[in-house]
């Protein structure tokens, strides 16, 4: 319990520390009071350029693998042919030549993967606040199918379950992206330190929310 006290009285000072009248963040801009209008509103993974960059180029990609992924289906549909080591090459290839030709070049890409051996996942520790939530949401569905599953249960996988497998990922991905694209016009024209302010306030509720997590986690092992 002293992980969760401590955190909640984290978000406790800030919150107040904001409440309090003051004249800081850019002139004529009263923080706190804009604090609190917006406290609720939805908040943007990141404003930067890059940010803009990498999720629209990911949008355009996923959309192209998940069209692609589609035309691969067809393939099986209503075959009983199991996943092989071959045939998963052979569909991955074509699809990630649909996302390469998709991406903007100057944006930034970073993987992440669920390992059948333990159902836990590995995101790349570079991945942007922007790109890291969405990575894990697609992971979530691989995580589930293994969680699901009996170990080696892959070499009886369907190829035509396989890829519909991927297309929920990708999708539970996709949107993800276009939800966190469309949290960035209005809080990204948010003075700069009412961002700051409101950023710093949902991080404080992200280490709870993990602390929790992690404290539940905990707790499970000995129930």
Known sequence: MKIMNSATCRLFLLLALLWLPSSTGAEEV??????KKHLNDPV????????????KSRISSLNAVITEFHAQKKTYSGSKQTLTPVIRKTVSDAVAQKLNNAKDSKAKDYGATTYDFGCFTIINSDATPCLRGALDDHESVHRKACDDHPLGWR?????????????????????????????????????????KALWDIAAEKDRESEAKEILDWVSGLFN
């Open 30 to 35: 009263d923080v706190a009071a804009e604090v």
């Open 44 to 55: 943007a993974c990141g404003c930067s350029l890059q940010d803009d960059i990498d999720l």
């Open 155 to 195: 070499y009886d996988q369907l190829v035509g379950d396989w890829i519909q497998e991927e297309i929920d990922a990708y999708q539970k991905e996709l949107d993800r992206l276009n939800a966190e694209l469309n949290k960035k016009l209005p809080f990204c024209t948010l003075d700069p330190s009412v961002k």
